[in-house]
């Protein structure tokens, strides 16, 4: 079975400052990984996913990742924080073989100061 | 276009009531899912439907029953809820049900039992 695991339910960062949320796996078959964004009341946008084919994956907003199976993690960064930055974001792991059941982990609210 | 619609916004329901949530989808996509979230915490995968049919029930109480009449609509059927059903209802779709493929995210659907 898959999971994985998200260090930090909360982070805080100033406006401008690098941007590190920790994400890392749990998988006895080689993973696909997606973070996800979620804004208040709204649903689930996708920030971007690793699913193989190169370790160092950008998204959208500026965001990007890197798989490192050492490691087994997939932590995501951006350069410099922006308030509108500010949400939950949530780490998922699915596996390779048949059946689409994505796993979260249990989220890091992201905190952006000016 | 990578929209999901769900319908309603909010709902609020009595513990006799009968109600249904609905999920339409028009990326051609073969994979339907519905999650539960409750406040603070990451979605829980409730059911899959592949290619129209039901490929996994995560043990959800038979006082929610899902249907998906065609490729692009998914509905949830609402009947004897308890108040701890309260919560945020997503649906999300992907292009087919594996692994590989990012899953797509509604608005979700506020629901609160009264």
Redesign the interface.
Same mark, same amino acid.
């Given at each position: 079975a898959q999971s994985v695991t998200q260090l930090g339910s909360h982070v805080s960062v100033s406006e401008g400052a690098l941007v590190l949320l920790r994400c890392n796996y749990s998988s006895s078959v080689p993973p696909?990984l &997606?973070w996800?964004v979620q804004y208040p009341? @709204? %649903? *689930? @946008? *996708?920030l971007l996913?690793y699913?193989s084919a190169a370790t160092l994956v950008k998204g959208i907003n500026g965001f990007e990742a890197e798989f490192k199976k050492s490691e087994t993690s997939f932590h995501l960064t951006k350069p410099s924080a922006h308030m509108s930055d500010a949400a939950e974001y &949530?780490c998922a792991v699915?596996?390779?073989?048949? %059946?689409?059941?994505?796993t &979260?982990?249990? %989220?890091t609210q992201l905190k952006v100061e000016l | 276009d990578t929209e999901v619609t769900q319908t309603p916004k909010h709902l609020v329901m009595g513990m006799t009531n009968k109600k249904s949530l609905k999920c339409e989808q028009h990326m051609g996509h073969r994979a339907m899912y519905w999650y539960k979230q409750k406040a603070k915490k990451p979605p829980e995968l409730m059911f899959v439907y592949s290619y129209e049919k039901l490929s996994i029930n995560e043990s959800v109480p038979s006082r929610f029953s899902p249907e998906c009449p065609n490729s692009s609509l998914l509905n949830l059927h609402l009947h004897a809820l308890q108040p701890e059903d309260s919560a945020l209802y997503l649906c999300a779709s992907s292009r087919d049900p594996v692994g590989l493929f990012e899953q797509y995210f509604g608005p979700g659907t506020r629901l609160t039992v009264t």
């Open positions: 696909y &997606f996800y009341n @709204q %649903g *689930l @946008q *996708l996913k699913t &949530f699915s596996r390779t073989g048949g %059946g689409n059941k994505l &979260f982990g249990t %989220g | -």
